[in-house]
């Protein structure tokens, strides 16, 4: 026997508590939200279903299974943070070059040493403030790598910036896994003026409280030599 209740709202108390009911009977449209308990994963449907479920992280995020037991999370868009520019799942810092300042790496952290860096209250070596303005979902950090320096003499310069994603353990340079590995310039012989590069990293960050790792050298000998990171964004797991 089936019982139509209209009501205006409808919530599933336990994940699972209608799969064996035949589906027909419950075609229709909801005219408002549907509520759905949290699961830690989700069975498998059956050859030609799928499953709508909500898994249970923190926050909770929304997921479909196919028939192949496939589990897809649904990707919805973060809210835009103040002073950026959203397109799709990435933000772009529209304001001034930046807020709060930039990472000095030379001043700020040892050569040739592992540290960390991240936001407030992360418990990172450092502490870069431009790092507070990342959403929680945030999973990927976007900055502009500058390397500067100036010789007078026949010093050929590498500056070498290794980073690896906070939650790594023990990071070394030839780690493959969440790395970037950047170059930043090799002077030719005879500079006598000053010299610099910037690039584009995308610096994957540790899930637990979004920090990364940073390590830095220079070759060579280097009248004045600098090593900063702009804030340029963000880009976000669902």
Not at 46 to 62: E, L
Not at 158 to 186: C, K, L
Not at 207 to 233: C, M, P
Request: hydrophobic fraction near 35%; aromatic fraction near 10%; proline fraction near 4%.
């Amino acid at each position: 026997m089936v019982t139509t209740t209209f009501v205006d709202e409808v919530t599933i108390v336990e994940p699972g508590w209608c799969n064996d009911v035949d589906a027909a009977v419950y075609q229709g449209v909801f005219n408002t939200a549907l509520t759905l308990g949290e699961e830690a994963s989700a069975t498998d449907p059956g050859a030609g279903k799928g499953k709508f479920w909500v898994k249970s992280d923190a926050p909770t995020r929304p997921y479909f299974t196919d028939d192949t037991d496939l589990d897809r999370k649904i990707m919805t868009l973060s809210p835009v943070v103040a002073g950026h520019t959203r397109a799709g799942n990435t933000q772009i810092w529209s304001g001034d070059t930046a807020v709060t300042g930039i990472l000095d790496v030379v001043a700020d952290l040892t050569e040739n040493t592992w540290e960390t860096v991240g936001p407030t209250g992360s418990g990172a070596d450092n502490i870069w403030l431009d790092m507070d303005r990342l959403p929680s979902n945030a999973t990927i950090l976007i900055v502009d790598c500058e390397s500067f320096g100036s010789t007078g003499d026949t010093t050929t310069l590498t500056w070498f910036v290794y980073v690896v994603q906070g939650d790594e353990a023990s990071p070394v340079a030839s780690h493959t896994n969440n790395r970037v590995v950047f170059y930043s310039i090799d002077h030719d012989a005879d500079i006598t003026g000053n010299d610099s590069v910037v690039s584009r990293l995308f610096i994957p960050l540790g899930a637990t409280n979004q920090t990364f790792h940073l390590n830095w050298k220079v070759t060579g000998t280097s009248d004045n030599e600098e090593i900063e990171f702009f804030y340029r964004g963000f880009m976000t797991d669902g």
